[in-house]
C-alpha cells in the first residue's frame, strides 16, 4: 500500500509540470482569450488579461449565428490555422491545391493530440485525494496497535523472535510513513502553486484541491468531440465565422496576475497567426 500510494502522490506534481508546460495548451488559452476580447470589444470586457480555467467549460454552449457551431469549433480552427502558418514553410514543395488540405489535417491533428499530451492530469483528476489521505491515517492506525502489542514483550518470556520482527517491520513502516507524508505535502503544495498559476487566489479552491484537473479533464472531453466535428466540417468546406459572429458575450474574464504576465510575454509571438 505504501508504495502504490506513493505512485498516486507522484501523479500530481507531473500533472502540474504537463499543465505548465504545454505549449498547446497554453496556445490554446492565448486563442481563447483573443476570440473573448474580440468578442468583448468596445466593452469594460474586452481588454481582458487571463480568466480562469472554468471558462473553457463554457465555450461549446456559446452558438454561432448558424446554431451549429460553437466558440470552441472556432478557437480550434483558429490554432489550426496557426499552426498551418508555422507549417507552411515546411511544406513549400508541396502542390498548392493540396497543401492547405495537408496543412488543415496536421494542424487538427496536433490540437487532436492535447487529450494525450495531458494524459497525466486525466488520471489525477480521477484520483481522490481524500481517500488517499484516509489511506495513510489507516496505516498509521495499523502501527498504533502494533506499537500496543509490542509493550507486551515485557510480559512474555516467549515469542522474543516475534517481537525482533516486529519491530524491525514497525520501524521500516515509519520511515515508509513519513516518506508518504512528505510526499502527500510536496502534492498539496505543487497542486496549489499550478492552482495559483491559472486561477490567482486558491481559497475557494482549498475544500476541493484537485478540482483544476477536473476541470482540465472535461474541457479536454469536450474538446476531443469538437475536432472529430472540425474535421467533418474540413471534408465538407465548411467555414465557421469570426469571434464576432456568436450570439452571446463571453463570460467575464478576471484578470490574474501570474498567467497574464507570461500571457503577455508571450502574446507577441502568436498575434501574427490571429
Sequence with gaps: MFQSTLTFLHLFPAACEDLRGSRLFLK???????????MNVGTNRGEAKA?????????????????????LHFVVQEIIRSEDAKSEKESAMIIHSSKD???RKQGLKLVSGLSSELGNVKKAAMMDFDVLHGYVNKLETGLEKIKSVLQLERQCTQG?????TMQ???KKAEMEIEKVRGE?????VRVKDITEYFHGDTSKEEAHPLRIFMVVRDFLS???HVCKEVGRLQQDRTVIGSARSFRISA??????????QRRENSSNDDSSSS
Design 28 to 38: 490554446l488559452l492565448e486563442a481563447v482569450l483573443r476570440t473573448g476580447n474580440r
Design 51 to 71: 480568466f480562469k480555467l472554468d471558462t473553457l467549460l463554457k465555450l461549446a454552449d456559446v452558438k454561432g449565428t448558424d446554431g451549429k457551431t460553437t466558440l
Design 101 to 103: 488540405e495537408q496543412l
Design 160 to 164: 522474543q523472535k516475534f517481537f525482533t
Design 168 to 170: 524491525s517491520f514497525l
Design 184 to 188: 502527500e505535502k510536496r502534492a498539496l
Design 222 to 224: 469536450t474538446l476531443d
Design 251 to 260: 463570460t467575464s474574464l478576471p484578470v490574474l496576475s501570474v498567467y497574464g
